[in-house]
């Protein structure tokens, strides 16, 4: 089965956090109950559909990592992954 996104909705894999620290330091797990709010796109879909008819860019693209509002996505499971459907509007800035 495959999978396209709809509008300017993006599908995002979230980014896990790193359990230590680049000292070494663990991490304690109360901050894994955390909503991650940083994804890699893995599908991005044509953009908004405007009055004319035609479709409006997207500014983002699918490879892309983002940070998005906290609260925006909506979870979802895909083929046994975990992944956050969200408006290419929620998304705050991209990242390398």
Do not use: C, W
């Not at 980014?15 to 709010?37: C, F, H, M, Q, V």
């Not at 083929?79 to 929620?90: A, G, K, L, M, P």
Request: hydrophobic share 35%; charged share 30%.
């Amino acid at each position: 089965m495959s999978y396209h996104a709809l509008d300017d909705y993006l599908v995002i894999k979230p980014l896990t956090k790193e359990a230590t620290t680049k000292s070494g330091i663990i991490l304690p797990d109360s901050d894994k109950d955390e909503r991650p709010e940083q994804g890699e796109v893995v599908y991005a879909g044509p953009g908004r559909l405007l009055d004319d008819g035609g479709r409006a860019p997207m500014e983002v693209q699918v490879g892309d990592k983002v940070v998005f509002k906290k609260y925006a996505p909506d979870p979802v499971t895909i083929n046994s992954e975990d992944y956050f459907v969200i408006r290419q509007s929620d998304v705050i800035l991209k990242f390398d």
